[in-house]
């Protein structure tokens, strides 16, 4: 599946618009990434459990935003975008990972005549 953040593909045409696709996914801190996150908060410096905990949430609403797409039969996505945002109260935080785009079936374009490929 062809995915980008542009709303065509080079070489390709859109023959058909099958709608938005989007993956959204809720993470909060484990209780190791939580101690460790709050560490670091107090001594400084990058938080690597919470970037590996936002990393993994990414990957995983990307991915379900492309199971969405390949489920309505198509064989890209364009205009891909991220949003995240903070849910829960004081006492419960977690993240929110939307991952959405425009789920599409592409054909390539016929090689123009005298050029190669």
């Known amino acids: ?3 980008t953040t542009t709303l065509d593909v080079e070489g390709h045409k859109i023959t ?3 709608g938005i696709v989007r993956g959204i996914i809720v993470r ?7 101690f460790l996150g ?3 908060n107090i001594l400084g410096g990058q938080i690597g459990a919470f ?4 990393e993994q949430a990414r990957q995983q609403a990307y991915d379900a935003m492309l199971a ?11 205009g891909v ?5 903070d849910v ?5 935080s977690a993240t929110e990972v939307l991952c959405y785009g425009t789920a599409v079936v592409i054909e390539r374009l016929p090689a123009e005549a005298g050029s190669k490929g």
Request: hydrophobic share 40%.
């Open 28 to 34: 909060s801190p484990t209780i190791v990434q939580g």
């Open 38 to 40: 709050g560490l670091k």
């Open 68 to 78: 969405e797409a390949s489920a309505l039969g198509a064989n890209a996505i364009v």
């Open 88 to 92: 829960g109260s004081s006492s419960v």
């Open 1 to 3: 599946m062809v995915i």
């Open 81 to 85: 975008r991220y949003d995240a945002s």
């Open 51 to 54: 970037r590996e905990m936002c």
């Open 16 to 18: 058909e618009y099958k």
